[in-house]
């Protein structure tokens, strides 16, 4: 119904071409059981490489993805024991007993690999058909870029045909916000590498960002070359605005 | 490649479901001819009654929209004379010359009746296919938006089987920005109307600002109770905030 403005979508795209991949489409359905059979049997007919499904495992009565993929997939549900564990614990840490939709998050098809949610309480999972590996994450944002980040972005560059390289640079002394609008920029302008800055704190209250660019070539030395450049220029860039970095993790 | 997020899609969607439509699908595809052609091929095989493509009609050498399309369609392209005197009197306001990737922007499939576009400079078009109509719009937001409302939603709405009620509240001396969280937060509580402010600056100098809630139901009488409840839930909420209104338009 257009209520939301689909940032997954373009946030995972990112992070895919980023590591290598072409992205095929991004396609939103209705929260119905024909558009999402009808959708994920499409993928696997096209034999994309990954399809990732985001949103619909949360405990309420209208979150019934897994079912959805099950039946795609002609896989039975079943409670998964590793996920029951996940979301079992989850709810004693917040004093709370499981309930039949509680335990509906630890219902996976058959032949899942659950992935913890350090955020909210819905595992998601990975479970592959013949060559294409669906992963099924929550759709709040938060919850499934954290998942991605930890558990998925590490196998899906494994698997890429692609080589993927990161250039880091250090930059002290300088607080988040008053640099973000450089990062940026050059982020826009160079959409062939994914550029992410890691803030941190320092022990005696200074700051410390690191800039991490993420780029993808057929070898080692071409995704090297291609995040070196937009590291570079991003460095060049600051030091015109009068900000000093070095590189190195 | 995620660099842009889609605020198109939603925006569309929220504007064809307060008009009465169930949108099928969102897609997104990259820019090459075999997956556009796919997908409208698709559209047209689903026998959808409404295909809203955006994007890729400008000048420059990677904008090819229509020429897609018309394979699609088994059209030829052809220069839509009407098309060709909206684009040139466009750039002869500008004091620009006519230059084949301008007059790129004329060529349409054979048979489409093009859409007038008061904010840059490429037409829209629209064609039906069977009992599809396809409307093509450009991608910039502010051209796609305006030129859906005034030139294709109207249309879209007599079509619509579903009977489409306006309601309107008039606010007078308080200027936009103070009442646009209460606003928002009722148009997100009601997904099924579509919620609209337009201010106005009057001659005096002090503010006017319309709230339109438009709603679609099976009858007339159903739309409009359905207007009317949202539209006097944000006049309550507005009350409670101390912000007076009244109904009319």
């Known amino acids: 119904m257009g209520v939301v403005v689909n940032t997954n979508g373009s946030w995972l795209a990112r992070k895919l071409?980023?590591?290598?991949?072409?992205?095929?489409?991004?396609?939103?359905?209705?929260?119905?059981?024909?558009d999402v059979v009808e959708e994920v049997r499409r993928a696997l007919s096209r034999g994309v490489r990954v399809l990732i499904v985001t949103g619909g495992l949360g405990p309420t009565y209208d979150d019934n993805t897994a079912s959805?993929?099950?039946?795609?997939?002609?896989?039975?549900?079943?409670?998964?024991?590793?996920?029951?564990?996940?979301?079992?614990?989850?709810?004693?840490a917040m004093g709370q007993e499981m309930t039949p939709p509680r335990e509906k998050q630890a219902w996976m098809p058959e032949g899942s690999i659950p992935i913890p949610n350090p955020v909210g309480t819905a595992p998601g999972f990975v479970i592959e058909v013949d060559r294409t590996i669906i992963v099924c994450l929550p759709g709040v944002p938060r919850e499934m870029k954290k998942m991605f980040e930890d558990y998925v972005e590490k196998r899906l560059r494994e698997l890429s045909a692609m080589r993927v390289v990161d250039e880091w640079l250090v930059i002290e002394g300088v607080e988040e916000s008053s640099i973000a609008s450089i990062i940026e920029a050059k982020a826009k302008e160079h959409p062939e590498v994914y550029v992410k800055t890691h803030p941190t704190v320092l022990e005696n209250g200074g700051f410390r960002i690191r800039v991490q660019v993420t780029a993808a070539g057929r070898s080692e030395e071409e995704a090297k070359q291609k995040a070196l450049k937009v590291a570079l220029d991003i460095r060049k860039a600051l030091e015109e605005a009068g900000v000093k970095c070095r590189t190195g993790q």
Request: aromatic share 10%.
């Open 17 to 34: 071409t980023s590591i290598g991949y072409r992205v095929d489409r991004i396609i939103v359905v209705p929260d119905s059981k024909n």
């Open 68 to 92: 959805f993929i099950a039946e795609a997939i002609n896989r039975r549900m079943i409670l998964n024991a590793e996920a029951y564990k996940m979301v079992s614990e989850k709810y004693k």
